[in-house]
């Protein structure tokens, strides 16, 4: 166990529709990194919080949006889902990028 | 923009012999290059962090080198257990945020 969770474990949605993924850091850190990992593209990093404020962003869609609440843990809203946003959401924690388990999104 | 490369994509190894996988990098400036194990379906599992050439790291049969442009990660006798993917990434100077690599996936056969 990382100390990262992650929640659900798999969610399988169709298309069009809207899905929340929740991650809950390691106790103390205050960074949480969102990354998606598809068979074609690898890791690819989506979104950087740190202790509730947005400091980065990487190739996330508009579609797909964030935030992290004053208990640290945090949310990826993923809206108008495609077929194309199947893959594994990973969050990250802490300096140490310590990776959860991950949420894999199946969309039919 | 950060680049990562590494190969080769699969290696098949007998139980024993040993290997090397190569990551090789481009950003304008390294704060820190990191090695992981990932197993099918399940997070990167964090191995090292290396953040100058000439660094070393070692973790039982695994063993992680830097230069300039490239790191590798040595594995010496291999087991059926270190059958893996194993991905590496760089932490620009710039940001906090981590470009992963394709990664090198890793069989040993018993």
């Known amino acids: 166990d990382s100390g990262v969770t992650q929640t659900p474990k798999h969610l399988i949605t169709a298309t069009g529709q809207r899905v929340t993924l929740r991650c809950s850091p390691r106790?103390?850190?205050?960074?949480v990194y969102w990354y998606q990992q598809s068979l074609d593209q690898g890791l690819q990093f989506l979104i950087h919080?740190?202790?509730?404020?947005?400091?980065a962003k990487g190739n996330i869609l508009e579609r797909f949006s964030a935030q992290q609440f004053p208990d640290l843990h945090s949310e990826l809203n993923l809206s108008s889902l495609e077929l194309g946003d199947s893959a594994l959401y990973f969050c990250?924690?802490?300096?140490?990028?310590?990776f959860g388990s991950g949420t894999r999104l199946t969309v039919v | 923009e950060d680049q990562v490369t590494q190969s080769p994509e699969a290696l098949r190894l007998q139980e024993g012999e040993s290997s090397s996988l190569n990551c090789s990098y481009t950003v304008s400036g390294l704060r820190g290059l990191f090695w992981y194990r990932q197993d099918p379906g399940k997070g990167p599992e964090f191995l090292f962090t290396l953040y100058s050439a000439g660094e070393e790291k070692e973790k039982e049969r695994l063993k992680a080198t830097l230069t300039k442009k490239e790191s590798f990660l040595h594995i010496t006798a291999p087991k059926p257990e270190d059958s893996a993917t194993y991905l590496c990434?760089?932490?620009?100077?710039?940001?906090?945020?981590?470009?992963f690599g394709a990664g090198t996936t890793v069989t040993v056969r018993a």
């Open positions: 919080y740190y202790n509730g404020e947005e400091r």
């Open positions: 990250a924690s802490g300096t140490g990028y310590t």
């Open positions: 106790s103390g850190d205050l960074s």
């Open positions: 990434a760089v932490q620009d100077a710039g940001d906090y945020k981590l470009s």
